[in-house]
């Protein structure tokens, strides 16, 4: 049996790419992965271009037969699913892993799809003590990853009862926007009915209980950081990321009194800004973004971009990097969280933190947390890895990771 499935897409290859050479491949924990795809001859020639080793395995799947994808999945431990558009292929593989007891991580950035699975296999998941993790990527693995740490350095810093409230997190990167991407963001557009939409939207809507509302986006954010201004404009990807932020709120906040160093703020906001050090700037962003938000939303503009834009499968460079840093509050104390890795992060990033939670599910289920937050089902990445995965990204992917309280009574306390 292989441990690790990674079903193929574009981002696929450079998953199995990882996986070939990760430390783990012949350490004291080895692991064995298969790559899946509709084609045994395309398969075949992924595998002799990445040069993966004869161990690897091929299946031959179609994400829209049911058999063939419960085929598959019954001869893993972890799937790696990052063929999207989700809404459109994704169903069948989460179905399987949820009635097969399999672990499952994927790179959805679609909340329609994720509550949608939510609502139908979440039940099954927990029952088969299956731990499905949707989002496991630069969308949005990160936002998750840079609460989770406030809220961990406020408690440990301020004491037990110290709880997150206001919080905002600054994007500075360097990357492209990859046409498997774009395929989705139009996919959703164009094949999923608005209401649904619209209700995957709205605040905490991937589950009970729900926090306080999100307040009203500016045009323009200022944000002052070390005695130092910083401009900008909502990250375009802020309303899926804070969906899954919410999420992770709802989950630990379901098992308050089990868990209550978990638990952020009963009024906690989240929001999230492209920042740059001048206000110009920011209006640029502006503008840039208001453009091409209204070119998806007409059909002649979206029909240009499709031919103008990255095709799926085409993606960005290799290098760039990011740098995420959040500020957060706690009573009269502010804390300040930096995380930021190099290398481009839409592909590159997204492949190697995708690969981390499914090295954490085959290699180091028992040290998870997901118990903490409700047990299995379908879930988040810190409700589901935690520590655990967070120790992974700085090990294997070069994480770098900073948080302290930078304000208040208690002076200058890092984690």
């Not at 939510?118 to 998750?144: M, R, T, W």
């Not at 999420?247 to 638990?263: A, C, N």
Request: glycine content about 10%; some cysteine.
């Amino acid at each position: 049996m292989k441990r690790i499935v990674i079903v193929t897409g574009f981002t696929g290859k450079y998953v199995a790419k990882y996986l070939q050479s990760h430390p783990q491949r012949s350490g004291p924990t080895p692991f064995t992965f298969a790559i899946a795809g509709r084609s045994q001859g395309k398969l075949a020639e992924v595998k002799s271009e990445l040069g993966l080793g004869n161990e690897v395995g091929l299946l031959v799947v179609d994400v829209e037969d049911y058999a063939s994808v419960e085929a598959a999945v019954t001869q893993t431990k972890v799937v790696v699913n990052t063929v999207g558009p989700f809404w459109t292929y994704g169903d069948n593989v989460v179905r399987a892993c949820a009635n097969n007891g399999v672990h499952y991580v994927d790179l959805a950035g679609e909340p329609h799809f994720v509550k949608a699975m939510i609502e139908k296999y979440d039940y099954q998941a927990h029952k088969n003590n299956a731990l499905l993790i949707p989002c496991c990527g630069f969308d949005s693995v990160p936002a998750d990853v840079v609460v989770y740490l406030a809220n961990k350095t406020a408690k440990s810093a301020l004491g037990p009862s110290a709880c997150i409230e206001d919080s905002i997190s600054l994007y500075r990167l360097k990357g492209g926007v990859s046409g498997g991407t774009l395929a989705s963001v139009i996919s959703s557009i164009e094949d999923v009915p608005k209401a649904l939409i619209t209700k995957a939207m709205k605040d905490y809507s991937y589950r009970e209980p729900k926090g306080a509302p999100t307040k009203p986006a500016r045009m323009i954010y200022s944000v002052p950081v070390n005695g130092k201004t910083w401009y900008g404009v909502v990250y375009p990807m802020c309303p899926i990321n804070r969906l899954v932020v919410h999420h992770t709120w709802s989950l630990f906040k379901r098992s308050r009194d089990q868990r209550p160093e978990k638990v952020y703020g009963d009024n906690f906001a989240y929001n999230e800004i492209i920042a740059t050090p001048r206000f110009y700037e920011a209006v640029l962003h502006l503008l840039g973004l208001s453009i091409f938000i209204a070119s998806l939303l007409f059909s002649p503009t979206r029909w240009i971009l499709k031919r103008l834009l990255p095709k799926s499968g085409k993606g960005p460079k290799p290098d760039g990097f990011f740098k995420i840093t959040n500020i957060s509050h706690a009573g009269s104390s502010q804390i300040k969280t930096v995380i930021s890795a190099d290398g481009e992060p839409g592909y590159f990033g997204t492949a190697r933190m995708i690969s981390e939670a499914g090295l954490a599910l085959a290699l180091d289920f028992d040290k998870l947390p997901y118990k903490q937050a409700g047990g299995a089902g379908i879930l988040t990445p810190m409700a589901a890895l935690g520590d655990v995965y967070i120790e992974r990204l700085k090990q294997y992917y070069g994480l770098h990771v900073e948080s302290e309280v930078v304000s208040g009574e208690e002076g200058r306390k890092r984690r």
